[in-house]
């Protein structure tokens, strides 16, 4: 999340991107890690305009909003630069007391972000040095924030970075760098956010993976039990629902028979889907009603184990047509989102945020263009373990072809990852690609005709680590 005010807004800058622009490109030339930028904001020409940039913003502006902007985007890194404009609207401007004044807002503000993302890493670039008529309070608030880190933030995942003394030829005015000085803050940013990822400052969290539903038709796959690996779910013609838990499937662990968990709320199981609404890493029960309207029942444990908790309607829906409906965790935060497949086969998603009445969705637009109107051949799964599903299409000749979710359109946009699996089948609809083996990964699962299931590991698909055959997994049921 890049944070802060005009500056990361990229005001002075031709791109309108600032620093985010060269920062962009300087991550797309190293694997270390992946960048998605996010915020509320989004504007400047740049791959993923997502910002929190706020033009005009003091500190104490910033600490208003952090609250919502925190909740709503979840990020893993944060890139914050605030305090000139507190500098430069002080009454005692350029003194000690200045300095020192905005460097206790700062503190506040980081040991909210704290507050509320724990796990958070804080990198933070101190303010322009050389910014004229406030050198000494700039260099008293740098200081301050620097100290921070030896000091009440030391236990934190806080860094502070030292700006570059920009020149008066690098600034487009008296406050905001011009493309020169921008580009030298970014590499400020990126040499910081490579040593934090080195020394592993900068992780992303281990996501819960229940948030994509897997499977159709009677069969379906879904982690019930929260332990990372997908179960096999059986939807029967009355509704109902048994569970069978993956302890590895045959040959390798097996299978722990849980009986029926769910006496089911339709006969049609078409409208019935499995996926991790409120994060927990356990699938719960979403029911797609005639209207398109979209009931939630928290997993508990089932029937006889703690039960379901119903929510009740969390959306009204975009279409009443529930084939065209896919709960798959799209921003990798661990909850499924709402994603329509239009008949072009374009994604259109809106975030979960917690549903109608308890955080809302946000509304992401289209994500992707589609690569296919056959929506039997589209699956979203999570191919290489970043915890975003990815776009994956089951080609005729039965290969897949996957493109890596980097944000989808608008927002990092997509990978292509090439031909991920060359396929052991034609059949489109006997192919399930859901993480049996509990590394993040998606595997292929073929459902052979007499109902029996084989699977292969997901070492990193067709030209990236390839696959493991792991046999038949199941009889069927």
């Keep these: 999340m890049p944070l802060g005010d005009s500056i990361t807004a990229g005001a002075g800058s031709t791109t309108g991107a600032g620093y985010r622009l060269p920062l962009w490109n300087a991550a797309a030339g190293q694997s270390h890690y992946a960048v998605d930028y996010v915020g509320s904001q989004g504007f400047g020409n740049v791959p993923d305009p997502d910002n929190e940039g706020h033009s005009g913003y003091r500190v104490a502006d ?32 350029n003194t000690k007391a200045s300095g020192d004044r905005t460097a206790a807002a700062f503190t506040d503000l980081a040991n909210r972000i704290f507050a509320d993302r724990p796990n958070v890493t804080l990198l933070v670039q101190g303010l322009i040095p050389t910014t004229p008529g406030l050198q000494y309070a700039a260099q008293v608030y740098n200081a301050d924030i620097k100290a921070l880190q030896y000091g009440s933030l030391a236990r934190q995942k806080f860094r502070y970075l030292d700006p570059p003394a920009l020149t008066t030829a690098e600034m487009n005015d008296r406050l905001h760098p011009n493309d020169a000085g921008y580009a030298r803050m970014a590499g400020v940013f990126s040499n ?18 229940a948030g994509s539903e897997a499977g159709s038709g009677r069969v379906r796959w879904a982690d019930f039990d929260g332990d990372g690996r997908a179960d096999y779910w059986i939807v029967n013609p009355s ?31 078409t409208r019935v889907r499995f996926a991790d609404f409120n994060g927990d890493g356990k699938a719960d029960y979403l029911l797609i009603n005639p209207s398109g309207s979209v009931n939630v029942y928290l997993n508990n444990g ?15 829906g975009l279409t009443s047509d529930a084939s065209r409906v896919r709960f798959t965790d799209i921003d990798g935060d661990g909850r499924t989102d709402y994603n329509v497949i239009n008949p072009n086969g374009s994604i259109t998603t809106y975030l979960n945020r917690g549903g109608d009445t308890s955080g809302g969705w946000t509304d992401y637009g289209q994500i992707a263009g589609g690569l296919t109107g ?22 005729p000749n039965g290969s897949i072809t996957t493109y890596l979710n980097n944000g989808g359109d608008g927002h990092g946009g997509w990978t292509n990852y090439g031909q991920a699996a060359t396929g052991t089948t034609t059949n489109q609809n006997a192919v399930t690609l ?10 292929y699962l073929v459902t052979n005709p007499d109902g029996s299931v084989n699977a292969y590991a ?9 696959w493991t055959d792991l046999g038949r997994i199941a009889a069927g049921a």
Excluded: C
């Design 62 to 93: 910033i600490r208003a909003g952090i609250d919502s902007w925190l909740s709503a985007a979840s990020p893993d890194v944060v890139l914050l630069h605030i305090g000139i404009n507190d500098l430069d609207r002080d009454a005692d401007r």
């Design 458 to 466: 997901n070492n990193g698909g067709d030209g990236h680590g390839g």
């Design 302 to 316: 089932g029937d006889g184990h703690g039960g379901w908790q119903g929510l009740n309607t969390v959306t009204s």
């Design 374 to 395: 056959d929506l039997t051949r589209i699956r979203l799964a999570d191919i290489n373990g970043e915890g975003r599903a990815d776009y994956n299409v089951i080609n």
């Design 434 to 443: 859901t993480d049996f083996t509990g590394d993040g990964r998606a595997d």
């Design 239 to 269: 509704g109902s629902v048994n569970v069978y838990l993956n302890k590895g499937g045959d040959g390798h662990g097996g299978w722990q028979d849980m009986g029926q968990v769910a006496s089911g709320l339709t006969t049609d199981s």
């Design 192 to 209: 910081g956010l490579d040593r934090a990822v080195t020394d592993g400052l900068a992780q992303r969290p281990s996501a819960f993976r």
